[in-house]
T-cell receptor, first 113, second 116 residues
Framework: AQKVTQAQTEISVVEKEDVTLDCVYE???????LFWYKQPPSGELVFLIR??????QNEISGRYSWNFQKSTSSFNFTITASQVVDSAVYFC??????????FGPGTRLSVLP | GAVVSQHPSWVICKSGTSVKIECRSL??????MFWYRQFPKKSLMLMAT?????????EQGVEKDKFLINHASLTLSTLTVTSAHPEDSSFYIC????????????FGPGTRLTVT
């Protein structure tokens, strides 16, 4: 069975602080994809990143960066110099080719001005 | 990127009535679509897998007679909540799989259902 764990239920930071959201996953598949989505109050899921299980390179996109470590089954997400607009619920998710997503419980991030 | 739409974006209905939610893939043909439900402050949980031209596959605990899914065309899947009750109030999100792009999936914007 597949499972995604996000240990942090809620995080509060002050603007300009860096924040890391943790994600640990479980799967027996050798090929899988990992994702991060942002869900603002409107509810629509905003795609942030997709990572193939064979690609362990870390990725940086602007203020966002992701650290994928297969050895610990973790796919952590860091926001550098956080902004109020980053406030949202963030979901880590897992799927295999063409299959349904398995979502973590989500981390609610509040960035205070 | 590919676009998936949902209609309506929100709906309020009275207890006992039925509500239909549409999920459309706008620029690709989706042989498979997925329906998820999200209760307030909770995560998204898979309800069912919808395959074009065949019966949907429901997850354990999801009543197939209550949540009717029809995937009559390659661009449209519908979820009908029959005899809705207040406990069915939730956020319903669909995703559509593009068969031509390594199985990439795209989420619709969601439908917020409130049953009074």
């Amino acid at each position: 069975a597949q499972k995604v764990t996000q240990a942090q239920t809620e995080i509060s930071v002050v603007e300009k602080e860096d924040v890391t959201l943790d994600c640990v996953y479980e799967t027996r598949d050798t090929t899988y994809y990992l994702f991060w989505y942002k869900q603002p109050p409107s509810g629509e899921l905003v795609f942030l990143i997709r990572r193939n299980s064979f690609d362990e390179q870390n990725e940086i996109s602007g203020r966002y960066s992701w650290n994928f470590q297969k050895s610990t089954s973790s796919f952590n997400f860091t926001i550098t110099a956080s902004q109020v607009v980053d406030s949202a619920v963030y979901f880590c998710a897992l799927n295999n080719y063409g299959q349904n997503f398995v979502f973590g419980p989500g981390t609610r991030l509040s960035v205070l001005p | 990127g590919a676009v998936v739409s949902q209609h309506p974006s929100w709906v309020i209905c009275k207890s006992g009535t039925s509500v239909k939610i549409e999920c459309r893939s706008l620029d690709f043909q989706a042989t498979t679509m997925f329906w998820y439900r999200q209760f307030p402050k909770k995560s998204l949980m898979l309800m069912a897998t919808s395959n074009e031209g065949s019966k949907a596959t429901y997850e354990q605990g999801v009543e197939k007679d209550k949540f009717l899914i029809n995937h009559a065309s390659l661009t449209l899947s519908t979820l009908t909540v029959t005899s809705a009750h207040p406990e069915d109030s939730s956020f319903y999100i669909c995703s559509a799989r593009d068969p031509g792009l390594l199985g990439e999936q795209y989420f619709g914007p969601g439908t917020r259902l409130t049953v009074t």
